[in-house]
């Protein structure tokens, strides 16, 4: 594992793309931990008042809250982590990378091992970040401080973290069944961000789809059960209630299509010469 894990990393440590995208990405996080706090000091520079409340006083950086707002709002840019993980499926078919692999004495098994560890990395040094991010803004921010708080809900983090293996396997196995990045890249963002999306509101809210079975139905879709790992925290502030725990219902659902992509990515890979 050592091994698949050293040559993933021998494949990008040099590759300009892989560090481009992996800056945008750390980056738009930086930009998402820090730019809710700014906002509410600008709105306060700008002499903004709720009904006369100081808006700084909104505990959105508050522990512990701050961790699901801020894994909640980090999932919105981890489709970057998935760019990288089609390039580098697309190079190692393009150069015929795998295919030396394989020759070279790796196992196909060792070579799907290999990419999933590549993705855990990735994931997990996501994960880190936000961690940090999270710790440094509440540590400016909260209102609220004692040990036990500052790392209750941290449970947060370990799903943020399986959302983006679950993603990035996706990624994975669209970049094996499509083999061109681009059309990749394009297809992917097109369904997360638009055919799905769009697909799931007029379900479970056109009249003629909402009374039935289909508002249900598109529970069970696979960018629908991941925004369901981690629900919109932010109705809290305006009295509204929200759900401020794991689903165990997402993380079953999305566990299945987990399996699947595996399962998937494996079937193609021994059906198919790599090339």
């Given at each position: 594992?050592?091994?698949?894990?050293?040559?993933?990393?021998?494949?990008?440590?040099?590759?300009?793309v892989?560090?481009?995208?992996?800056?945008?990405?750390l980056?738009?996080?930086?930009?998402?931990a820090s730019a809710?706090?700014?906002?509410?000091?600008?709105l306060?520079?700008?002499?903004?008042?709720?009904?006369?409340?100081?808006?700084?006083i909104?505990?959105?950086?508050?522990?512990?809250d701050?961790?699901?707002?801020?894994?909640?709002?980090s999932?919105?840019?981890?489709?970057?982590?998935?760019f990288?993980?089609?390039i580098?499926?697309?190079?190692?078919?393009?150069?015929?990378?795998s295919?030396?692999?394989?020759?070279?004495?790796?196992?196909?098994?060792?070579?799907?091992?290999?990419k999933?560890?590549?993705?855990?990395?990735i994931?997990?040094?996501?994960?880190?970040?936000?961690?940090?991010?999270g710790?440094?803004?509440g540590?400016?921010y909260?209102?609220?401080?004692?040990i036990?708080?500052?790392?209750?809900?941290?449970?947060?983090?370990?799903?943020?973290?399986?959302?983006?293996?679950?993603y990035?396997?996706?990624?994975?196995?669209?970049?094996?069944?499509i083999k061109?990045a681009?059309f990749?890249?394009?297809?992917?963002?097109?369904y997360?961000m638009?055919?799905e999306?769009?697909?799931?509101?007029?379900?479970?809210n056109?009249?003629?789809?909402r009374?039935?079975?289909?508002?249900?139905?598109?529970?069970?879709?696979?960018?629908?059960?991941?925004?369901?790992?981690?629900?919109?925290?932010?109705?809290?502030?305006?009295?509204?209630?929200i759900?401020?725990?794991?689903?165990?219902?997402?993380?079953?659902?999305t566990?299945g299509?987990?399996?699947?992509?595996?399962?998937?990515i494996?079937?193609?890979?021994?059906k198919?010469?790599?090339?």
């Amino acid at each position: 594992m050592i091994r698949a894990l050293k040559l993933e990393w021998l494949k990008v440590k040099n590759y300009r793309v892989f560090w481009i995208l992996m800056v945008m990405y750390l980056v738009a996080l930086l930009i998402i931990a820090s730019a809710g706090g700014l906002f509410l000091e600008w709105l306060k520079y700008q002499g903004a008042d709720f009904n006369g409340i100081d808006p700084t006083i909104l505990p959105i950086f508050d522990f512990p809250d701050i961790w699901q707002n801020i894994t909640y709002l980090s999932t919105f840019v981890k489709i970057f982590l998935a760019f990288i993980v089609i390039i580098s499926v697309n190079n190692d078919q393009s150069y015929s990378i795998s295919r030396q692999n394989i020759i070279d004495g790796f196992s196909k098994n060792e070579y799907i091992a290999s990419k999933m560890m590549m993705i855990f990395a990735i994931a997990l040094l996501s994960t880190l970040f936000v961690f940090l991010a999270g710790l440094i803004n509440g540590s400016i921010y909260s209102h609220v401080w004692s040990i036990s708080v500052i790392f209750d809900e941290l449970e947060f983090l370990a799903v943020y973290l399986y959302e983006i293996i679950v993603y990035c396997s996706l990624a994975f196995l669209l970049s094996l069944i499509i083999k061109k990045a681009g059309f990749v890249i394009v297809a992917l963002l097109l369904y997360t961000m638009m055919f799905e999306p769009i697909a799931v509101a007029i379900f479970e809210n056109a009249p003629y789809f909402r009374d039935g079975i289909m508002p249900e139905l598109a529970q069970y879709f696979p960018i629908k059960s991941l925004n369901n790992l981690i629900k919109v925290p932010f109705g809290r502030y305006l009295f509204i209630e929200i759900e401020d725990n794991v689903s165990i219902k997402a993380i079953a659902i999305t566990f299945g299509w987990f399996v699947f992509y595996l399962s998937s990515i494996v079937y193609i890979l021994y059906k198919r010469d790599l090339k």
